[in-house]
């Protein structure tokens, strides 16, 4: 079993993610597991909408249509259509974001950080798979926070190696022979399963 990272310049953009998808026919064959960042500067545009709503600021609406409106351009330009069937699961992570700004946190800012920041990888990774699939190629979406436990310290969590390496044997070996595996960077879970970072660059 290989694996490929693919950063944020890596899938900036959609023909950054077919070329992406042209190198990966050359191992069609292969058993790979393809981390991937979130697209361009998407964390730095998350990172602006957190601290917009967290200190309730008047442009926190605009910065996050602005950011949904360059995941449907997208969209439009790898499948032809803004309805294509995987805007359902777009929709289902922005919603979440919006879900956050309906009520006045109570929470840390870290906390509200990662939960908010994380979309760009699952964002990505989601676009990533479901473009290689109608390319005739494979690929399953995995959240990776299904693998990665950490502990609870926001935007810096530390891994529990030992439960990590556990859930990855359990569940990536036997998907990795049908499919590739397409998951994100970056990205963990308490033991509550909430979301976690690893730092930027983690």
């Avoid at 926190?60 to 805007?87: A, C, M, P, W």
């Amino acid at each position: 079993m290989q694996i490929f990272k693919f950063g944020g310049a890596s899938v900036k953009n959609a023909a950054a993610i077919r070329n992406v998808a042209k190198i990966l026919k050359s191992y069609k064959n292969e058993k790979l597991v393809i981390v991937i960042s979130a697209m361009g500067k998407c964390t730095n545009a998350l990172e602006a909408i957190t601290e917009a709503y967290f200190y309730e600021k008047e442009n926190r609406n605009q910065l996050f249509q602005d950011f949904k409106n360059f995941h449907y351009q997208i969209i439009t330009e790898l499948f032809g259509d803004e309805k294509h069937s995987v805007t359902a699961s777009v929709d289902a992570i922005f919603c979440k974001i919006e879900r956050y700004f309906s009520k006045k946190t109570q929470a840390s800012y870290n906390f509200i950080y990662d939960q908010i920041v994380s979309s760009g990888e699952l964002l990505s990774t989601i676009l990533v798979s479901a473009y290689l699939n109608e390319q005739d190629l494979p690929t399953h979406w995995l959240d990776v926070r299904t693998c990665i436990k950490t502990d609870n310290v926001y935007r810096e969590a530390n891994i529990n190696w030992e439960l990590t390496l556990q859930k990855i044997n359990e569940i990536v070996p036997d998907l990795a022979k049908k499919s590739f595996v397409v998951t994100q960077g970056f990205l963990g879970a308490t033991p509550e399963f909430f979301t976690t970072t690893l730092g930027r660059e983690g």
